[in-house]
């Protein structure tokens, strides 16, 4: 029977959005959440003091890396063809004491990134992942104003020590993230809200990283810099209402815009205060987005003591296990067209869920992908993906409870748990591009939606 063109029901599109040649795909991860043991830092202190963290969770052995299973780790990552991974270095380790370097934490670093190395990984560093060393810490934290100053003389050592095994580097990870939670709300160390605290902060984290910047370039000609921030999509619940508009705005350029924003041009918005910080301007070479989920933002007069708005997230859209984060993947791509004004190459240095028993994971892989995919046929310079996390670990103010890895831990045994992503993106990794076939195996629900017929 002759196929009427017309009729498109038969047809079962069969396609591969591929990225671009040389792409990073990898699953990023940090120090104190990993490597276990950690006790010299800020987290220790307040993982000890009962309330702060859900269950009274530790971070206590976390993945034993600091007892040498990042090698078996690593293992995991390279036969699953991943070709980068973004981990951080824990200050407290390298500089125990304000006057004292550790040269063996610093050696075993390198091995860690020999390790990478030798696997064909490309590493990507982070120099501050939300810890902080105790000593920095009573001095005051990021509100002491020798913190830059002292970050770049960490900054300095580190890179002398690894810059054989590295050339893109993270300063800090997520300042926004760092001051909201630790300065406007009370879930991270030191809870001490309070607007000039938070700008205070924010002007120093500012300042490090350009320090940090000059000092990389300087060590290492060939490095590559980049800022991280969380990004998230904020959208007006109710689009035609300009109040509405005008707070996901607000939001989003205090939440979003201010850090880059300040880099991209010497000035610092935040909080409805203004500084100058000509010193900061153009100190990136790409830009990181860490995207997880987005809100609908609604103006609400009553709301005083939250800054006059409510947040929720987007209707339909499905949560994760405990209900932190919802699926919202063309978050992902307002992140990216964010991120493109920009101009320079961007990584997505973060995205995931959490969900230990795997069931929603897949499909929030195949479709924040797509958006990547869609998002780098407008030529928007997009270089790698960094899945969030390769392993569960320690979340912070949510201890265990929540699990974002691709790979489980039992943290009793320290077995690992091979779930269905990891061979997902095993296979999207090894062909550089995402398949009908692997959407219609992994995650068939969203088929139609991801290859419309019509
Ligand atoms: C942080 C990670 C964290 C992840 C999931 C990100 O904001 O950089 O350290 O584990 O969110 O909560």
């Known amino acids: 029977m002759p196929i009427d063109?017309?009729?498109?029901?038969?047809?079962?599109?069969?396609?591969?959005?591929?990225?671009?040649?040389?792409?990073?795909?990898?699953?990023?991860?940090?120090?104190h959440q990993v490597e276990g043991g950690n006790n010299n830092n800020n987290w220790s202190l307040w993982e000890n003091n009962d309330g702060h963290?859900?269950?009274?969770?530790?971070?206590?052995?976390?993945?034993?890396?600091?007892?040498?299973?990042?090698?078996?780790?690593?293992?995991?990552?390279?036969?699953?063809?991943?070709?980068?991974?973004?981990?951080?270095?824990?200050?407290?380790?390298?500089?125990?004491?304000?006057?004292?370097?550790?040269?063996?934490?610093?050696?075993?670093?390198?091995?860690?990134?020999?390790?990478?190395?030798?696997?064909?990984?490309?590493?990507?560093?982070?120099?501050?992942h939300f810890s902080d060393p105790i000593w920095l810490y009573e001095n005051g934290g990021w509100e002491w104003d020798k913190a830059p100053q002292v970050f770049e003389a960490y900054v300095r050592r580190v890179v002398e020590a690894l810059k054989d095994y590295v050339s893109l580097w993270v300063p800090i990870n997520e300042p926004n993230v760092y001051v909201y939670m630790g300065y406007m709300d009370s879930n991270f160390p030191p809870a001490k809200p309070g607007m000039a605290f938070a700008f205070n902060v924010m002007e120093n984290m500012l300042k490090a990283h350009a320090a940090a910047y000059r000092a990389i370039h300087e060590i290492q000609k060939e490095a590559r810099v980049g800022s991280c921030i969380n990004y998230r999509a904020f959208w007006p619940k109710r689009p035609w209402l300009p109040l509405d508009k005008w707070m996901a705005g607000t939001l989003s350029h205090n939440y979003n815009d201010a850090f880059i924003g300040a880099i991209q041009n010497g000035q610092l918005q935040f909080l409805l205060?203004?500084?100058?910080?000509?010193?900061?301007?153009?100190?990136?070479?790409?830009?990181?987005?860490?995207?997880?989920?987005?809100?609908?933002?609604?103006?609400?007069?009553?709301?005083?003591?939250?800054?006059?708005?409510?947040?929720?997230?987007?209707?339909g859209q499905e949560l994760s296990e405990t209900g932190f984060l919802a699926n919202v993947p063309d978050g992902l791509?307002?992140?990216?067209?964010?991120?493109?004004?920009?101009?320079?190459?961007?990584?997505?240095?973060?995205?995931?869920?959490?969900?230990?028993?795997?069931?929603?994971?897949?499909?929030?892989?195949?479709?924040?992908?797509?958006?990547?995919?869609?998002?780098?046929?407008?030529?928007?310079?997009?270089?790698?993906?960094?899945?969030?996390?390769?392993?569960?670990?320690f979340e912070w103010d949510r201890g265990w409870t929540q699990r974002f890895g691709l790979w489980g831990l039992d943290i009793e045994t320290q077995e690992r748990i091979r779930r269905p992503s990891v061979d997902l993106y095993a296979a999207i990794c090894k062909q550089n591009g995402l398949s009908t076939r692997l959407v219609e195996q992994y995650a068939p629900q969203v088929f139609e939606r991801l290859y419309p017929v019509e």
């Open 333 to 393: 791509f307002k992140a990216l067209k964010w991120a493109s004004r920009f101009g320079l190459p961007i990584m997505v240095t973060e995205n995931g869920i959490e969900d230990s028993q795997d069931s929603l994971r897949p499909q929030y892989i195949v479709e924040h992908l797509q958006q990547l995919w869609r998002a780098s046929n407008y030529n928007w310079q997009i270089k790698g993906y960094f899945h969030w996390s390769l392993v569960d670990n």
């Open 5 to 31: 063109i017309n009729d498109l029901n038969h047809i079962r599109p069969e396609a591969t959005f591929y990225m671009p040649e040389g792409f990073l795909w990898g699953t990023a991860t940090s120090s």
């Open 53 to 128: 963290i859900l269950n009274g969770d530790r971070s206590g052995d976390a993945c034993q890396w600091w007892q040498g299973r990042w090698a078996e780790d690593f293992d995991r990552a390279s036969e699953s063809s991943q070709n980068a991974h973004r981990l951080s270095i824990e200050w407290s380790r390298v500089q125990p004491a304000i006057d004292q370097w550790d040269m063996e934490a610093l050696a075993y670093y390198r091995e860690m990134l020999k390790g990478l190395y030798d696997r064909g990984i490309t590493p990507m560093v982070t120099l501050h």
């Open 273 to 315: 205060r203004k500084s100058s910080l000509p010193q900061v301007k153009d100190t990136q070479d790409f830009v990181g987005i860490n995207y997880y989920t987005a809100d609908w933002i609604a103006f609400n007069p009553f709301m005083i003591k939250a800054f006059f708005h409510t947040r929720e997230f987007p209707q």
